[in-house]
């Protein structure tokens, strides 16, 4: 079977449409809300669910994903519990779901181990952003070797020659950062002139536009050169504020809905 | 004392990519990297430029006092009665610690990046101080970050930091100590990294920074070796060091490392290696990633980092430089670990029997000798890294009750 993540771009790319990821702390802001948050992050209108693992220093996240991670670890949150939910997942819905976390953990599971567990289990892909080109020998092959897409990051300070490697190295799509911080940051508008030389230095992928999109607005400008946004913090907030399934939809559909084409 | 060597020939750790065997490695988001690469393109240039290592010198002479003095503790000595112990007094230095011969390094590589923004963490806050410091001297701008429970502890610092102009940014996350810190100084760096530089306080994080910090610290064992040369005309046979990050030790052990002498690094092991109270990391821990290099870490079994414990709050953190971790592993240092109780004791001796009052995390490396000391013979010279000064310690001394004992 075609990996379900490519099948999702092929699909988005013929119909001209704009690709959605959702970013969601796994365990947050309960375990058991977890499967009732992906139903509507994906009757919304996301295309790709990506669920972060969370770790106890997340030094590359801003306030509120750190916060997330610090609640679902309290709560007893581990990569097993993780895998199996996206086995239960896999039982109702085909909706790509990648992985996004730091490295340590995986090292304490297993490298291994953890990769061929996680596409057993139905997983897709896999962001590791602490994980350069320069140390991806370690890790690249094993993410191949299981079937899963290896998602690599591109930021602003990435130079464009560079950019066109990660992209080579890269599978699934590429990860564009909007803005050179941590997640949730975006401190200026949405830089349309980066985007777009992204965009035309990846000759590979499609381009994902992630950090600081949140609004239906900040998304139509961000895939105005590329060919999705991913959607985190703002998501986390929202969750965290207590909004009941039916907000988090409709949040995630005005998102979808308005980056589309017009 | 006789244990078996491990002679090390031709060292040249880090590889090109930032390995000393299998630790190191650059473990960073991408928005770091070129900096990475630029810092050490710097780094690379400014080692083999005259101009540069003569600034160096320069500076470390006439602003931060070196040489540093080389104490024998005649009377601490006579109390073992053993080998003779010297003191390598890193707390001479200016601001109190060696933590300044790393900042004057930095800080003059970032003047030549032309960046006016430095970003410091700080756990103690000797490199927070010594970061100021250098900052204030240069005219740059200085932000320096620094847990919440750090900043309870060591408010002496603090005080000093804001009176040389730098910002104080308190971390509530986590552990609110220097691993917190440091997490955050890293975002901040992720988000600023084309205005500012990021002067690192040990031999941790990602490739460059153990090697540059390692070698801007290793004046101490030069300096070390020419002077116990000068005073006994030969090598010492045990050198001494406390292990948090572990600079003060790199920076002893680094230009003996192909010798034949031996060497301890010291870690603080809290309320007891039994208790889950220490921060004895290489006793203890596991290798694993934090902070941008694979080095040995204290975790969990779903390697999510424990948070440390020591009196001591310079040495108050998880992870450890990751050469350390390769020394450890080959065998050429062993690492050994003493209770803050053992720390507090060994400070109160080394006031009373020498006239000086140590940092409490050079306390830990003093603490030691009371395990190696009997081991050792008259022929034997011990020096001990004494890596700062005591006073910035003086409210936990006070409140542990040592300040009021006798004699």
Known sequence: MMNRL???????????????????????????????????VEKGGADIIELGMPFSDPMADGPVIQHSSHVALKQGVTLDWILSQVRLIRHRSEIPIVLMGYLNPIIAYGAEKFFSTAALAGVDGIILPELPLEE????????????????????????????????KRSSGFLYCVSTAGVTGSRKNSIDTRYIKEVKSSARKNPVLVGFGIRTAEDARRAVHDADGVIVGSALIELIGKGKSFTVVESFVRRIKEGMQPR | MSKKKVKLHKYSFPDSRGYFGKYGGRFVPETLMSALRELEELYTAAKRDPVFQNELKEMLQSFAGRPTA?????????????????????DLCHTGAHKINNTIGQILLAKLSGKKRIIAETGAGQHGVATATVAAKMGLQCVVYMGEEDIRRQELNVHRMKMLGAEIVPVASGSRTLKDATSEAIRDWVSNVESSFYIIGSVVGP????????????????????????????????????????????????????SDVQMVGVEAAGCGLRTRKHAATLTKGTPGVLHGSLSYLLQDVHGQVKVAHSISAGLDYPGV???????????????????????????????????????????HALAYLEQLMPKTSQKDIVVVNLSGRGDKDMPTYMASGITRRKK
């Open chain 2, 207 to 258: 490739h460059p920074y153990p090697m540059m910090v390692r070698d801007f610290q290793s004046v101490i064992g030069k300096e070390t070796r020419s002077q116990i040369k000068y005073l006994e005309g030969r090598e010492p046979s045990i050198l001494l060091a406390c292990v948090g990050g572990g600079s003060n030790a790199i920076g002893m052990f680094y230009p003996f490392l192909d």
């Open chain 1, 136 to 167: 991806q020998d370690r890790y690249a092959g094993l993410i191949k070797a299981n079937k899963l897409a290896n998602i690599l990051l591109v930021t602003p300070t990435t130079l464009p020659a560079r950019i066109s490697v990660i992209d």
């Open chain 1, 6 to 40: 490519r099948q999702t771009m092929i699909r988005c790319a013929a119909q001209k449409e704009k690709a959605l990821a959702c970013f969601l702390t796994a365990g947050y802001p309960t375990p058991a809300k977890l499967l009732s948050l992906v139903s509507a």
């Open chain 2, 70 to 90: 080389m104490t024998f503790a005649e009377r601490l000595s006579e109390h073992y009665g053993g080998g003779k112990i010297y003191l390598k007094r890193e």
């Open chain 2, 321 to 363: 430089g990751p050469e350390h971790s390769s020394l450890k592993d080959i065998g050429r240092v062993v690492y050994a670990s003493v209770t803050d109780r053992q720390a507090l004791d060994a400070a109160h001796l080394l006031s009373t029997l020498e006239g000086i009052i140590p940092a409490l995390e050079s306390a």
